[in-house]
């Protein structure tokens, strides 16, 4: 059995680029920044970035060029896929992208309640026509202080 599955909860690193195919189809490419965070040797709290690259096809790729602007929130689910080409000096290039199956868009400012989904709108492929607009003004806090340790772990 294989499972390629990839979840990030990040900020966009630039405004979505949305574009159309010979066929019609939408599709939009952006950035989203990670952070992790970890004491290091020395004791210190130390925090490192990740960038990942965002492809989202159809009806969420026209949301996303609408709802979702550079330094936003949002949530992404979907699989891990490798691309190569040949640059205009004749090199293989690699990029390593995550291909968008659903994606949940952060808060906005302007929101109205807390009391539904944690200030999160879920898209998906099979939602058509739904307005996904954020209801609650800050992200729902996450707590990730504790360091795991090698001998924290059972195996």
């Known amino acids: 059995m294989n499972f390629n599955k990839a979840f990030i909860l990040g900020n966009l690193t630039r405004d979505p680029e949305l574009r159309q195919t010979p066929s019609g189809q939408s599709v939009a490419t952006f950035g ?5 965070f970890f ?16 492809v989202v096809w159809g009806k969420q790729a026209e949301v996303a060029s609408k709802f979702l602007k550079k330094g936003g929130s949002v949530f992404i689910e979907g699989r891990l896929q490798t691309r190569s080409w040949q640059d205009n000096q004749g090199q293989t290039r690699r990029v390593t992208e995550i291909i968008c199956e659903r994606m949940q868009l952060g808060p906005r400012s302007g929101g109205t309640s807390a009391s539904d989904g944690g200030g999160f709108r879920q898209e998906s492929p099979s939602h058509e026509g739904i307005d996904f607009e954020p209801k609650e003004d800050t992200l729902p ?10 001998e924290d772990i059972p195996f």
């Open 39 to 54: 004491t290091d040797r020395a004791g210190q709290r130390q925090q490192k970035a990740e960038f990942h690259n965002v």
């Open 32 to 36: 989203v920044a990670t952070n992790s």
């Open 141 to 150: 806090e996450i707590d990730i202080e504790d360091e795991i340790k090698a």
